[in-house]
């Protein structure tokens, strides 16, 4: 098999072997144990500083510049002497905050927004891209080095391209499990670590060959080396083209700088930390690592040079043993090259991910985001970012080719790296930096980077004219980028470094301290008066990590967090998934979701306070609480009318406590409990909600268990039936029912509905309202008994008002009936004086007065017998009236013949008639059934009636007296042909003691009462009386009497 | 500060010194010490007794 195969299948089964590796640790620590807890594995997985430029391009360093490639490792080793303060603060920061990149810590540190984490991404990413694609061009190389073969010209035929697809799927598998990317990576630690391990030891093995089996101990060599006096220059600085002092001092900065904040360093220092006492070991076991893999990288450069060993000095570690034949030592060499490009690939492309997805993608992914799920988009975007970062160094690989050294890369992304130092160390001990200055200095240290340090590099390249590089862009010599405003004498880094400290320091601290007083944005998200639930954040987190970890995160919050804590907890969570600015804004968008899922605690009055602040605050809220109770009772006393005090109250509430949906339930007097009073409620559900009170609906629950009825988050209520109308018209998120109590009897219910989100009622705030309640309670009673009181007395008012009237009446109706009585007196009195005076005066004549004509006498007599007869007839009258009256006058009714009884009744009056020379007219309906009457009354009558006709007729007058069946009557008429009636006089006519005289007639003509007794008796035999009169025409009287029925009855 | 941190603080600004400072200077010659280069050997052997101090200070603990 030919060398390719192997060093191919040695790859693979060492990145196999990786794989495995990450795989046991992931088991491991999903069984509770982790392997990686541990401040060994702490320090080896550190020591991913060291790729494959420190195993094969320190020495090239070295035996091109010397001592020049120490720096890189002593400036570590100073910074690591901090690492129990400074680091440790740093990595409590990170930890504290769900920090996960450089440019998260720099939101993190300065608040708001994303323009600084997208340009410190977009730094990292510029700047890391080159080393990334340093350590697949070393791969590439050793493997055509190893092998013999010519450099692969295809793509396809590049070991480099195969080796990144290899890196790319284990930082896939390992280093994006789950979206948190604060949550370890075990499995990819382990295998970091392993591969420190594994290039330590591969470097010292070959580093102990090639010095003592090579070169023949220590001592040998470096007494061959300082023999040649070319290399002399190479054991101290600053001679013939080795390093000089600055550039000593410079790399000591850039690389203290970069072992902090190179996207891998902080990976491993601050995400993967499992715990903080790990930094305690780190402080020395770190540097001695970087000790150790570079005792020997001096005496190895040396051998090199001292075998003239053909090719680039970079590679002397496989090129020694190739030179020797020892194929076997060349490839344990390419492993341990391997190794380090490995770890440096995997880490780096990881944290360049998160970060990309963090600052780039996650706030693309937002713009558009309407709270829909996106754990498994951002999990798939993560690593697509993965694979996308491997290749984008794959390319830059590809594109710039041989045109540079191993070391000039690396100090490239340790440049870059190094202009976050003001930003990040000064942020977290420096209270008066600010956003702005950050900003500023970050992106003039980055534009200094790029003019002076990557287009001449470029330009080295020839990708850029080098005319730029000698004469300075458009020939202006003060802008020569390597020698800006004329700093000439310093090597390129030094010259760097100097510029940074003016633009990026400099202008940090100046735009800093302009902008200070400005406070720092908060950090965290601010819960203000509001809180979550367990449920809510669980449900938030859902969206973004997935239901498995958000459950987890909620899981491992203690039982009673407080709200405040919740939300501190999901943006933490969030802030490994998506960075902490994304994660600020999600939970803010969150907080404002339209559904107001945060809520108030409607906390009028404290707990017990310890601090003073606090018991003011208290007696604050109690003299609050006083002042509503007072108000509201004197809303109460001011109006007994209920309707306007409830209204008065209810808006009293809304004012103190901001409800702007209240109600008051009344019990009706139908058995509803119906809305009285209401704010805010629609008119449909008020006419909905008037039912019964019954355990069905809260409030009824309230009203029939005379307790307050609290739901604090509706989404958890379970009696739905009115519910559910309610939520139509207003967006209710919680409520508060208490009952209206007097004398323990509920008469109905206070309701506040609260709609900005679930609402913690404390239980001061449920007393006062209860409180409240029961004082509408008894304003309502009162307010009742007033009513109806006053209802009473408007009663009662009525009532004697009507028997006022009625009193009147009766009075002006006894007053009428005794000025009749009067009238009636004087007129009977005169009647009866009239025959009296007749009787007298001829008894008179008689006695007194000798008579000698019989014949007058006779007369005389017969006048005195009429005279006494009519006084008899008046008396008979008076005496049925007074019986009528009395209701004691006596019917008799028979069957009776009606023409008999009228025909007896016209003879009797035909006497008075003629002597007037009047006449009577009979006429009487054939076949008349008999009449069922009192004979002798209704001759009475009929008597009245004719004698009444005769009085009135007209000298001759005939009166027609008809008799015809109407219907189940006998219709009886007695017309006259006198002067008539007045037509508004006709209803007088029937009653008592009134006379329709004739106007030409001054002297009455009867007592009056005959009528009234007729029309009594007519009543009492079943029938009717009436008149019909025309002035000048005559009258005539009608009355009806029942007549016999089939039975012989009535 | 702890007593531990204080005196890697201290420590620090010793390392400091020792390499990047004009101290350097002092063994920056081209000489040879017992068959090893000066510079060499002082780096070298100036930061292991950096790292074995570091060390010893975290191993005798805030007394």
Redesign the interface.
Known sequence: MSLTVWAALLGTLYVGGLFAIAHVAERSRRAGVSPVDNAWVYCLSLAVYCTSWTFYGSVGRAASQG?GF??IY?GP??VF??A??VLRRLVAFCRAEGVTSVPDLLEALYGKGQALGMLATDILVIGITPYIALQLKAVGHTFDLLTGRPPGETVWGDAALWAALGFAAFSILFGARTLVATERHEGMVAAVAFESAVKLVVFLALGGWVVWSLGGG??TV??R??ERPDL?RL?????GGGTT?PE??TL??LSAGAVVLLPRQFHMLAVESVRDEHL??A??GF??YL?AIN?LV?PVALVGILHQTAGSPDYFLISLPLDQGRTDLAFLAFIGGFSAATSMVIVASVALSTMILHHIVTPLLLVQWEGKDLSRVLLHAKRLVILAVVLLGYGFHRWIGESHTLVNIGLLSFSAVTQFVPAVFLGLYWKGATRAGALTGLSLGFALWVYTLLLPSFSESGWVPRSFLEHGPWGVELLKPRALLGLVGLDPWSHFLVWSLVFNLGSFVGVSLLTAGRPRPDRHVQSVGGWLTREDVGDLLTRFVGSAKATQVVASLPGRTSPQALLEAAERCLAGAVGTASARAIVQSFLAWPRERAVEILDVFGGVSRTLAESRETLERRLRELVVLHDASQALSRSLDIDRALAEVLRLIHQEFGFDHLAVRLLEPSGKLGIRCHVGLGEEYVALSAVPPSADTYFGTCFLEGRPVVVEDTREATKLILFQHLARDVPVTAFLHAPMLHEGRSIGVLTAYATRGPMHFTDEFVNLFAALANQLGLAVVNARLYAEVQAYSQAMEEKVKLRTTELEQVNARLRELDRLKTEFLSTVSHELRTPLTSIRSFSEILLRYDVQNPERRRGFLRIIQTEAERLTRMINDLLDLSKIEAGRLEFLPTALDGRACLAAAVELARPVLAERGGSATLEVEADLPPLWADGDRLRQVLANLLSNAAKFSPEGGVVRVKGRRRGAYLLVSVADQGPGIPRHRLHEVFERYTQVRDPQKSHPLGTGLGLAISREIITHLGGRIWVESELGAGTTFFFTVPLVDQDGRR | MEPVHRRLAALFVVALVLFVSPLLGAVNRPAAWAGLPVLPLYLFAGWAAVIAVAWAILRRGPR
């Open positions: 001592l120490l720096p002593l080793t100073l002497l901090l129990p303060t220590l001592g470096f007494q080396a300082l002399g054991f101290v600085l600053g001679a002092v000593w001092v000591t900065v305690g070991p402080t020395w540097p001695a000790l005792l001096l």
